[in-house]
């Protein structure tokens, strides 16, 4: 391979890496990105009395919002951090308003891969809150060991999200209440700056190549 060729595999490369990183999905139903909890199917010791120690650091309210966070606070004294749905709750959903509307490409949770795992992971959205399109639903979730995903294949705008789990299975499964840690929607990152730049130098350097190697043919 001649030096002309080489540089234009080096911008071929540029460009595919590139491209890569303009595939990678940034979660946006996190608290730091305006998310909120707005309601669920039910949640456990809302109307009985705590176990394990009672209620810490707020309690009920910090479970909610440990599904939004990566560094969630216990909220029962044994330190548990899960939202945990009431015992009987064949449903198990909840809905998280997010910041703002987005173009969602995927949805995912995370969960005990033992303890009250949920029996199914499926996922809901809308516009207004009240009118929700279902989009897909994965039995077994715990199959990807304590945390699922849904790819949507095309970008679905919305604004709520309702996150279905079902009943509890595994250790203290049904009539227990499923426990779920984090709950998030992604979008497609926006490419920074400098990969907009190797972008730019794989386009160029794609086209330098085509350029040279129309030249050599003729020559020839």
């Given at each position: 391979m001649n030096i002309k060729s080489a540089v234009g595999a080096i911008f071929l490369a540029l460009s595919v890496s590139a491209g890569a990183a303009q595939a990678s999905t940034v979660n946006v139903a996190l608290s730091s990105a305006g998310a909120s909890f707005v309601s669920a199917t039910s949640q456990i010791f809302s109307s009985d009395p705590a176990c394990c120690g009672g209620f810490i650091n707020g309690g009920l309210t910090t479970a909610q919002n440990n599904l939004l966070t990566t560094t969630p606070t216990a909220w029962l004294a044994n330190g548990d951090t899960r939202f945990i749905f009431g015992n009987?709750?064949?449903?198990?959903?909840?809905i998280i308003k997010l910041g703002s509307i987005s173009d969602l490409v995927s949805f995912g949770a995370t969960f005990s891969s033992t303890d009250r795992v949920p029996s199914l992971f499926g996922v809901a959205t809308s516009l207004n809150g009240s009118l929700f399109t279902p989009f897909g639903v994965i039995a077994n979730p715990n199959g990807s060991g304590g945390g699922s995903s849904l790819l949507t294949?095309?970008?679905?705008?919305?604004?709520?999200?309702?996150?279905?789990?079902?009943?509890?299975?595994?250790?203290?499964?049904?009539?227990?209440?499923?426990?779920?840690?984090?709950?998030?929607?992604?979008?497609?990152?926006?490419?920074?700056?400098?990969?907009?730049?190797m972008m730019l130098l794989g386009f160029i350097g794609l086209g330098l190549m085509f350029r040279y190697r129309q030249r050599h043919a003729f020559n020839v």
């Open positions: 009987n709750d064949p449903i198990s959903s909840l294949g095309a970008p679905v705008s919305a604004l709520y999200v309702e996150y279905f789990f079902g009943p509890a299975t595994g250790d203290n499964g049904f009539p227990n209440g499923a426990g779920v840690s984090e709950v998030f929607a992604s979008v497609a990152a926006v490419p920074e700056p400098s990969t907009w730049a």
